[in-house]
């Protein structure tokens, strides 16, 4: 605990919360990029509710065009 209020007192309150901010929330974005572009991230999932939208899409015309 000494050594908090040390770099408090050299460095300053702002730079050390700046520093404690960036060192706590690490984690929590490297999952988040993990979710986006990870193996079942969103991109795969977007991908694939394009090709799913597209097929559903292609369906409708037929439909249309038998009628």
């Known amino acids: 605990m000494q050594e ?3 770099l408090i007192a050299n460095f300053g309150f702002p730079i050390v919360v700046a520093g404690y901010l960036l ?3 690490e984690n929590k974005i490297e ?3 993990d979710s986006i ?3 079942k ?3 795969v999932l ?3 509710l394009t090709v799913e939208v597209r ?3 292609q369906e409708v015309r037929r439909m249309r065009n038998g009628k």
């Open 41 to 43: 991230g969103l991109n």
């Open 55 to 57: 097929g559903l899409k």
């Open 31 to 33: 999952k988040l990029d």
């Open 46 to 48: 977007v991908r694939q």
């Open 37 to 39: 572009s990870g193996d």
């Open 23 to 25: 060192f706590r929330f």
């Open 4 to 6: 908090f209020f040390t």
